[in-house]
Each structure stands twice: as C-alpha cells, then as structure tokens.
C-alpha cells in the first residue's frame, strides 16, 4: 500500500498563476483533508471531505477550492495564486481516530 | 490554532536522557492527539487520547490526559536520535475526529 500520496512534492508560481495539487489515497478510507503549514502557525485545515461527494470549509479556506473527485482522490486548486499561499501543503486521509498524512508540497508563489 | 498550547518551543537533549513535552487547551477536550514529524516529511499518527486519566504508550513514548482533559504530557524514556523531529498535538474539541493542531516542539537528540 502507498498510503497517501500527493503531487506535485515541489512547485513554484508565479502571481496569479493557477495550479492544482493532487491527492490520492489507497486506503479506502472516507474522510480526506486538505492542511497547509507555515512557520510559526502550525497545521491548519483549509478544506475536508467526510466522504465522497461532500466538501466543508476548514479554518483558512479562501483563495481555494476543492474537489472530491472520488473515494481515492482529493484535490485542491489555487485559481489565482498569491505570495500569501507560500506554504507547505499537506493532504490527510482518516477513517475514525488518527489521520494518515502524505509527504507534502512545497509552494512557492513568487 | 491558538487554542493549544505546547511547551517547549524546541528541546535539544542528549541521547539517553529521558523528556516531556506539553500540551494545554484552555477547553475540554473530546480527545487529543499527538503526531510525529520528521523534518521535510509528512505527520504520523502516534496515540489519541480520550478518556480523563487515559495513558497510552508506543515503543518509549507514552502518553497522558489529566483528569480534567485539558492538558497532556508526552514522556520519552532513554531518547534516541531516532526520536528527533517535532511533535505535535492535536485538540478534538467537538468529537469529529478533525484535530487542531498546536504549533509543535521541535526535538534535536545528540548522540
């Protein structure tokens, strides 16, 4: 099992540019998460899914969206990138207690 | 989120020597989790803790809720280099098993 996966590990844009990161997860487990972690601010959810089909906003969902493609998968789309969304962003799969993390992307929005 | 809160900010100990890392919520808490990360890596699930008094241990960590369920002591006995990285708890404070997470304590162990 592969666990959690995401793509692309690193990227860089530039303002304004739009991009979709990649989710996907072998576990069969209902619940996925979107998380971004920033220095000094810690882990914090943008959006997650309780299970296929629905969406709820986290703590610092503006500037993205989501979409849950299906059980395995679960993307999040910057439209329009701001220096702001710099960040390591980390997606997240649970099925009851503790959550399964992948390895991360690192964003930089120049 | 600023609700948890860890201490210390960071911790450098020498291998053998045996340490504790705190988390406090200024809330009752539905269960409280800690997660290990390594530098550059993604999270992994250590233990959740629900009930008040709870103690769990993995390999040399253990840890505990206090009564009140408002704070949290992570204890590792005879630390190894491979327990280097930063710890984090996470607060589930309305029982949907999406945590809060506290900022992290960032652990160096020098061989």
């Known amino acids: 099992n592969a666990g959690v996966t995401q793509t692309p590990k690193f990227q860089v844009l530039k303002t304004g540019q739009s991009m979709t990161l990649q989710c996907a997860q072998d576990?069969?487990?209902?619940?996925m998460y979107w998380y971004r972690q920033d220095p000094g601010m810690g882990l914090r959810l943008i959006y997650y899914?309780?299970?296929?089909?629905?969406?709820d906003k986290g703590e610092v969902p503006n500037g993205y969206n989501v979409s849950r493609l299906n059980k395995r998968e679960f993307s999040l789309r910057l439209e329009s990138a701001a220096p702001s969304q710099t960040s390591v962003y980390f997606c997240?799969?649970?099925?009851?207690?503790?959550?399964?993390f992948g390895p991360g992307t690192r964003l930089t929005v120049l | 989120s600023q609700e948890l809160e860890q201490s210390p900010q960071s911790l450098i100990v020498q291998e053998g020597k045996n340490l504790t890392i705190n988390c406090t919520s200024s809330?009752?808490?539905?269960?409280l989790y800690w997660y290990k990360q390594k530098y550059g890596e993604g999270l992994i699930f250590l233990m959740m803790?629900?009930?008040?008094?709870e103690e769990k241990s993995h390999e040399k960590i253990t840890a505990k809720l206090d009564e009140k369920k408002q704070q949290s002591s992570l204890h590792i006995t005879a630390s190894q280099p491979s327990h280097a990285g930063i710890y984090l708890c996470?607060?589930?404070?309305?029982?949907?098993?999406?945590?809060?997470f506290g900022r992290g304590t960032s652990l160096i162990v020098h061989p």
């Open positions: 997240a799969s649970s099925e009851g207690q503790g959550q399964f």
């Open positions: 576990m069969n487990h209902n619940s």
């Open positions: 899914s309780a299970s296929e089909g629905t969406t």
């Open positions: 809330k009752t808490l539905y269960g």
């Open positions: 803790l629900q009930k008040g008094g």
């Open positions: 996470g607060a589930d404070k309305g029982g949907s098993y999406i945590p809060t």
